[in-house]
């Protein structure tokens, strides 16, 4: 499982590329190979872009849901819309589609923002709304996630 640290601001040019920040292409380097799905989020409105290995992880679980089930079949055909298999070229640049280019509205300035396994990729203006809005609430909502877990002494406390 890979787990990515760091938030990076970068520019895309007028072809849609951006340039891999090095810290994160560092991070990335044990499957850079494998390549990459870049997909749009369920949530939000930003990219998500997954190295091969955990998109197949989740593969794994949607390919367990019974395809005869139309809200299953929904969520599949939903879920897929737009993916795209990418990869970085030669000079460490990724290449977002137009399709999903407009779907996040990214305009100049992009914000590549680890979320443990993939990297989100965000218009910074989005991004900054998003988390100035998250803000708000941040403190119940950590707590309900995180604090309702009283498992093992050794657990995050």
């Not at 897929?80 to 137009?98: C, F, N, Y």
């Not at 100035?132 to 950590?142: G, I, K, M, N, S």
């Not at 707590?143 to 050794?154: F, I, L, S």
């Amino acid at each position: 499982m890979v787990n990515l640290i760091g938030t990076y601001e970068c520019k895309a040019d007028a072809k849609g590329r951006l340039m891999m920040p090095a810290p994160l292409k560092k991070q990335l380097t044990s499957v850079l190979e494998e390549g990459f799905v870049l997909k749009r989020a369920v949530f939000q409105p930003c990219l998500e872009l997954y190295p091969m290995s955990e998109w197949n992880l989740l593969m794994q679980k949607v390919n367990k849901l019974n395809r005869f089930v139309k809200k299953n079949n929904d969520f599949i055909r939903r879920f897929t819309a737009g993916v795209k298999m990418v990869e970085l070229d030669t000079s460490g640049r990724l290449l977002i589609p137009k399709d999903l280019h407009s779907f996040a509205g990214i305009k100049n300035e992009i914000v590549l923002s680890s979320a443990v396994n993939i990297v989100e990729i965000w218009d910074k203006e989005s991004y900054e709304k998003a988390i100035d809005d998250a803000t708000v609430d941040f403190a119940q909502l950590a707590e309900e996630v995180m604090g309702n877990d009283n498992g093992d002494v050794d657990d995050i406390s």
